[in-house]
């Protein structure tokens, strides 16, 4: 089984950016990075093919952060990434990294085999 391990997360004030690491401990298809706040239900993020954009792997936006948020994947490094910006206090959540060995993506979390045990975004107003 793939092993991922999130990275990079913490206290931003609003307006602020992060940027999101997730390492794989080997290959996989597509990833994808999901949320989820206290009470409520976990909803993606983003996901991204294998081979990335340059692969024709264009990455795919969830309505609730898109246009804030981009997501790139080094496949040298097995490692996917999530840049925040623009903050809102809203988007305080825990950030999950996701991937499976199909290279097909969906937009589900069933989808996914492979879950990071998250990391913590908080936003202050």
């Known amino acids: 089984d793939v092993q991922l391990v999130e990275s990079g997360g913490g206290s931003v004030p609003a307006g602020g950016s992060l940027t999101l690491s997730c390492a794989a401990s080997?290959?996989?298809?597509?990833m994808a990075w999901f949320r989820q706040a206290p009470g409520k239900e976990r909803e993606a993020v983003g996901m991204i093919g294998l081979g990335g954009i340059a692969a024709g792997g264009d990455p795919e936006y969830g309505d609730s952060m898109k246009g804030r948020v981009t997501i790139s994947r080094d496949d040298n490094k097995n490692t996917l990434y999530l840049r925040l910006m623009s903050l809102k206090p809203e988007d305080s959540a825990t950030y999950y990294c996701a991937a499976r060995d199909s290279v097909f993506c969906y937009m589900s979390a069933k989808v996914f085999e492979y879950w990071g045990q998250g990391t913590q975004v908080t936003v202050s107003s």
């Open positions: 080997g290959s996989t298809g597509c």
